[in-house]
């Protein structure tokens, strides 16, 4: 075999060699070794050769992967002749299948009382299993979860599954204040989400508007401050009839 056919699970951010090698045969002056996604455009970055007495070697490197490095990678071996007949091609596939988030989670500032949520999906060849961690201190956290079949089409060849998960904090106090993310276990395989922050601050109306008596014709001045307010929120006045 040129390269192992055996499909190659690995998740987002790890990397990956795969190596190609073939025989050096006296008969042909020439050999080439090349490489495809999904039967597309040759693939130069991160590619590295090297050659032996008895074989040719090329090594594909697939660094801090993507799940859009999910595909079906080819490697091509041309054995030319010298005498310009038709060159021998050889060629073998291995599908590769990165595990991962998709999407970032959004940091958030929530008001005590109020209700907010974080929502988290990942795919990958199989259901996965979502926990939430809060961290200082590390807290498990329960949540929804949901995992769906995804068809052949609508991701990348070998996303056969979505699974997905919203955590909802409400009310929201203090004690949510923290550090969050999402870790998703695919039957002893465990990847982690990058973090998003939940800060909590206690809005409010700390002066109402005072009822006063006033003149025909003269001015009136009501003030109305908001506490604990990190940018000028939009405030509005109603006149009750």
């Not at 970032?104 to 005590?112: E, N, S």
């Not at 907010?116 to 961290?135: E, H, K, N």
């Not at 004690?175 to 870790?183: A, F, L, N, Q």
Request: aromatic residues 8%; glycine residues 6%; proline residues 3%.
């Amino acid at each position: 075999d040129m390269i192992p056919t055996e499909a190659q699970i690995v998740s987002a951010t790890s990397n990956l060699d795969i190596s190609c090698t073939m025989k050096i045969d006296e008969h042909y002056v020439s050999r080439d070794i090349t490489w495809q996604r999904n039967n597309g455009d040759t693939i130069y970055t991160g590619v590295t050769t090297s050659r032996s007495d008895a074989a040719y070697t090329s090594v594909l490197h697939l660094s801090n992967m993507s799940l859009d490095h999910t595909g079906t990678y080819t490697c091509t071996a041309t054995y030319s002749l010298s005498d310009g007949s038709d060159p021998v091609i050889l060629s073998e596939s291995v599908d590769v299948v990165v595990r991962g988030f998709e999407g970032h989670m959004v940091d958030q500032i929530a008001g005590v009382g109020s209700e907010t949520s974080l929502f988290c999906s990942v795919v990958g060849d199989r259901p996965a299993t979502i926990s939430w961690i809060r961290s200082n201190p590390e807290i498990i956290l329960e949540a929804t979860m949901v995992s769906t079949k995804l068809k052949a089409a609508s991701l990348h060849k070998g996303h056969d599954w979505r699974t997905s998960s919203t955590l909802t904090l409400n009310p929201i106090t203090s004690d949510h204040d923290g550090i969050y993310k999402c870790s998703a276990d695919f039957g002893g395989s465990e990847i982690e989400s990058a973090s998003a922050s939940i800060i909590v601050k206690e809005f409010g109306i700390v002066q109402d508007p005072s009822s006063k008596a006033f003149y025909a014709g003269e001015d009136a001045t009501l003030s109305c401050i908001v506490k604990n307010s990190d940018s000028q929120p939009t405030m509005r006045w109603y006149k009750s009839v």
